[in-house]
T-cell receptor, first 113, second 113 residues
């Protein structure tokens, strides 16, 4: 049973398109995250939701819009894709305590051409 | 603000040799520290975490890390490297709010047969 699953695994699209990435966790966690990993493997947090409420919104272009229909799901919609959006996007979840680790999905590799 | 610094973006060891991956933290209060491993084309997996119960923490796959407050370090070690240990390793610290994790820039471990 996959704990944190995200789809699709690969996403290739052209500049200007709109795309979505879906994430679901079956761990019963209250907090979910989106991270972006660039080509140098640097991980940057984008958003965090706790019980469907946005609690972290880092300096991310407003073309990126997260949506959490319930605490087990956190989707990421990206409008007007740009070349610089090419990266691996990871969904993660945790219990939300400072000593609770993150559980990551396997990532979505987004390539914008 | 809390942060971690990983010294050495690339480390190469021979199979059977000691693995030492360095992590130093910056925190004004006792931190909660984590090591994660990322295998190619996968998400991050938790190796171990420090939560102040013991300074020497044992993790999965034979890895361990020692918390040294005097050196503000949390280095990851394994006595004998295996080919399967080749991966990217990330040190992370969590904020006391529990909703924010700060990752190091990662260390790529290569194991030479």
């Amino acid at each position: 049973d996959t704990a944190v699953s995200q789809t699709p695994k690969y996403l290739v699209t052209q500049m200007g398109n709109d795309k979505s990435i879906k994430c679901e966790q079956n761990l019963g966690h209250d907090t979910m995250y989106w991270y972006k990993q660039d080509s140098k493997k640097f991980l940057k947090i984008m958003f965090s939701y706790n019980n469907k409420e946005l609690i972290i919104n880092e300096t991310v272009p407003n073309r990126f819009s997260p949506k959490s229909p319930d605490k087990a799901h956190l989707n990421l919609h990206i409008n007007s894709l740009e070349l610089g959006d090419s990266a691996v996007y990871f969904c993660a979840s945790s219990q939300g305590n400072y000593n609770s680790p993150l559980h990551f999905g396997n990532g979505t590799r987004l390539t914008v051409t | 603000a809390q942060s971690v610094t990983q010294l050495g973006s690339h480390v190469s060891v021979s199979e059977g040799a000691l693995v030492l991956l360095r992590c130093n933290y910056s925190s004004s209060v006792p931190p909660y520290l984590f090591w994660y491993v990322q295998y190619p084309n996968q998400g991050l997996q938790l190796l171990l975490k420090y939560t102040s119960a013991a300074t020497l923490v044992k993790g999965i796959n034979g890895f361990e890390a020692e918390f040294k407050k005097s050196e503000t370090s949390f280095h990851l070690t394994k006595p004998s490297a295996h080919m399967s240990d080749a991966a990217e390793y990330f040190c992370a610290v969590s904020a006391l709010t529990g909703n924010q994790f700060y990752f190091g820039t990662g260390t790529s471990l290569t194991v030479i047969p």
